[in-house]
């Protein structure tokens, strides 16, 4: 049985044991998105950038937006979408889908039709999250072989591309290795605001790391951004060039291999994390160190992550990493 969170001060809660084993933890580990850095203005627009961009070149009409930004928070409550570029594949492949169901290539019409996105993200959730999730969930409106003959017309690799040039414009080589072909000009990437600064980070015992679905560039990118580089050794850095996803614990196992900590506590915003830390304890044997998980609220999956986080038992929760940080800090000095 889940142990009950109490605030145990303003804007952070804890289960009473998360409050004792907190005094011996000696390393926190981050993700990035949310966490780290506030990417309220740059991931969710790319990803309805993305969208609107490919349904034009795959012939749909029409000036409405297909996808709010406000909007992809239903899909990340849903899990398993913690790659923004597989959400934005996702949120093209709905269109797709509702395309082929509805003999239409308007994007308002299809906007409009049921179910919409907030039920089409339900019921992903329903079948386990994520691309696989969403494609059971859109075989209530066609069936098996219409879904593999969209499928075979949907191009993730262009999806994720224009992502790319989204999100860093100008800079998409040096970012992504892959060079700006149809967007040019800044990317939105530069809107991103750092939410935990360097002195909060060095006043506190700690050693931290990072495990990120974010590539080498995008997370240099945001540390040098957040004023954080030189923070992290570079085996305690867990990005997507590592050849680990989460939820796969892997990237936690990596990290307690590199810095032998005595007690971790993990920081991430939605269930993917979450799911990331879960697993470690699960999976972690006698040798390992024990992993804390604290939910930071405010992140991806918007007003519905405290009661997300609530629902699976988390050991900790607050309002932002600094918050955590600063806590923990002041458990370990008394």
């Not at 044991?17 to 907190?22: C, F, G, M, S």
């Not at 005094?23 to 969208?51: M, N, R, T, W």
């Not at 179910?115 to 696989?132: K, Q, T």
């Not at 030189?230 to 614990?249: D, H, Q, S």
Request: hydrophobic share 45%.
């Amino acid at each position: 049985m889940a142990l009950a969170l109490r605030e145990v001060i303003e804007g952070l809660w804890a289960t009473s044991r998360a409050e004792i084993q907190a005094e011996v933890a000696d390393v926190i580990v981050f993700d990035v998105d949310g966490v780290l850095i506030d990417v309220h203005q740059s991931y969710p627009h790319v990803i309805c950038k993305a969208v609107q961009t490919y349904l034009g070149e795959v012939g749909f009409t029409g000036e409405i937006e297909a996808v709010r930004p406000e909007e992809t928070a239903y899909f990340k409550a849903a899990g398993g979408f913690n790659s923004d570029w597989a959400l934005a594949q996702g949120m093209a492949l709905v269109y797709l889908v509702k395309g082929e169901a509805f003999n239409s290539r308007h994007i308002e019409a299809l906007r409009h039709s049921d179910p919409d996105l907030a039920a089409i993200a339900r019921a992903a959730s329903a079948y386990g999250g994520g691309l696989s999730g969403l494609e059971n969930a859109l075989l209530n409106l066609i069936d098996l072989r219409d879904l593999d003959a969209v499928k075979a017309r949907w191009d993730r690799a262009r999806i994720t591309r224009l992502c790319y040039e989204y999100y860093a414009g100008d800079l998409s080589e040096t970012v992504f290795g892959v060079p700006n072909e149809t967007i040019s000009g800044p990317g939105l990437m530069l809107r991103e605001k750092p939410l935990v600064t360097r002195q909060v980070l060095e006043r506190a015992p700690f050693r931290y790391g990072i495990y990120t679905g974010r590539n080498l560039g995008e997370t240099e990118q945001a540390l040098n951004l957040a004023g954080l580089t030189g923070m992290f050794a570079a085996e305690a850095l867990i990005t997507e060039n590592a050849g680990v996803r989460k939820p796969n614990p892997e990237g936690l196992f990596r990290i307690a291999r590199a810095l032998a900590p005595q007690l971790m506590i993990y920081c991430g915003d939605n269930l993917d994390d979450w799911q990331t830390a879960a697993r470690y304890e699960a999976e972690r044997g006698l040798d390992d160190p024990p992993c804390l998980f604290c939910g930071i609220l405010g992140g991806s999956p918007g007003e519905l992550a405290y009661s997300l986080f609530e629902d699976r038992g988390v050991d900790l929760m607050a309002k932002s990493a600094a918050q955590l940080v600063e806590w923990a800090a002041g458990r370990k000095r008394r």
